[in-house]
Nanobody, 123 residues
Framework: QVQLVESGGGSVQAGGSLRLSCTAS???????MGWFRQAPGKEREGVAS???????IYADSVKGRFTISKDNAKNTLTLQIDSLKPEDTGRYSC??????????????????WGQGTQVTVSS
């Protein structure tokens, strides 16, 4: 069974940076991976996704500020978040999708989810 565990969230001031990590276990296939976030009272939003070949896509709201990457040897997915804004506040979750055709920000495509890590950005 695939298990995903996020870490690295925290409280930062606007303009700061955070590095989120997602450690995966039980992955015997090549998955697309994604980062999603959900703020209180808002729908879950896909922010970044990466396919098995390293192809990436980003939500328009985070382009140029967020960078998704993965280390296949360590089964680790990372989200580098720079130039944080208060609107980036939310619970960030990683997710895994198989079969992996192209990276996608559509949450319904993902079968496995972590519990999430909280990111709070103050102005």
């Amino acid at each position: 069974q695939v298990q995903l565990v996020e870490s690295g969230g925290g409280s930062v001031q606007a303009g700061g940076s955070l590095r989120l990590s997602c450690t995966a276990s039980g992955m015997t296939r090549s998955y697309c991976m994604g980062w999603f976030r959900q703020a209180p009272g808002k729908e879950r939003e896909g922010v970044a996704s990466i396919d098995t070949y390293g192809g990436t896509i980003y939500a328009d709201s985070v382009k140029g500020r967020f960078t998704i990457s993965k280390d296949n040897a360590k089964n680790t997915l990372t989200l580098q978040i720079d130039s944080l804004k208060p609107e980036d506040t939310g619970r960030y979750s990683c997710a895994a999708n198989w079969p992996c055709v192209v990276p996608t920000l559509v949450a319904q495509r993902y079968a496995y989810w972590g519990q999430g890590t909280q990111v709070t950005v103050s102005s």
